[in-house]
T-cell receptor, first 113, second 116 residues
Framework: NAGVMQNPRHLVRRRGQEARLRCSPM?????VYWYRQLPEEGLKFMVY????????ESGMPKERFSAEFPKEGPSILRIQQVVRGDSAAYFC???????????FGSGTRLTVV | TQLLEQSPQFLSIQEGENLTVYCNSS?????LQWYRQEPGEGPVLLVT?????EVKKLKRLTFQFGDARKDSSLHITAAQPGDTGLYLC????????????????FGQGTILTVHP
């Protein structure tokens, strides 16, 4: 099964720690997207990446959040100095072309205690 | 800022009933997508509608894109408990720089519960 793989599925961090979320896109997909889902806000776009390039990061908070999609390996969403408000489900999606044929992963549920 | 508003927010029905979920916007979208999400999982793409007035059928599900490409609907015939889930509509975001096909705007979702 070559679906979008996200790990870990669940992540617990104490306030002030760093969280690293990983996403391996489907085979043949070179476009990766990160979304955040909060119960009261729905799915919100964070960032769109291609290999070694950030295409659109207009949804990323200005501080503490960063994303990369290196030439080799998975895409990483990094949250530094986590706060309770960062608790959410983070979903990665990939597609073969920009904006069409999205396949989502099962998500990483981040809990900040 | 483009917004997609879904209604109803919650829908609880008995097996065998028909239902319609609406997705409305004041903005024109080049296309709209419908997803279904189950608890603990990511959204799964059901369909993409592209042409104004387009109707697509997926077994008991019928999707329609409004003529003006500002709205869409999902109709389920003879709902089954397996249809239970969160239904989301989404479309490519547009701004001053044009359409960003990599950035989707999602509606808030409709939580459907089908009772046996």
């Amino acid at each position: 099964n070559a679906g979008v793989m996200q790990n870990p599925r669940h992540l617990v961090r104490r306030r002030g720690q760093e969280a690293r979320l990983r996403c391996s896109p489907m085979k043949g997909h070179s476009h990766v997207y990160w979304y955040r889902q909060l119960p009261e806000e729905g799915l919100k776009f964070m960032v769109y990446l291609q290999k070694e390039n950030i295409i659109d990061e207009s949804g990323m908070p200005k501080e503490r959040f960063s994303a990369e999609f290196p030439k080799e390996g998975p895409s990483i969403l990094r949250i530094q100095q986590v706060v309770r408000g960062d608790s959410a489900a983070y979903f990665c999606a990939s597609s073969p072309v920009g904006g069409y044929g999205y396949t989502f992963g099962s998500g990483t549920r981040l809990t900040v205690v | 800022t483009q917004l997609l508003e879904q209604s109803p927010q919650f829908l609880s029905i008995q097996e065998g009933e028909n239902l319609t979920v609406y997705c409305n916007s004041s903005s024109v979208f080049s296309s709209l997508q419908w997803y279904r999400q189950e608890p603990g999982e990511g959204p799964v793409l059901l369909v993409t509608v592209v042409t104004g007035g387009e109707v697509k059928k997926l077994k008991r599900l019928t999707f329609q894109f409004g003529d003006a490409r500002k709205d869409s609907s999902l109709h389920i015939t003879a709902a089954q408990p397996g249809d239970t889930g969160l239904y989301l509509c989404a479309g490519p975001s547009s701004g001053a720089g044009g359409t960003s096909y990599g950035k989707l705007t999602f509606g808030q979702g409709t939580i459907l519960t089908v009772h046996p």
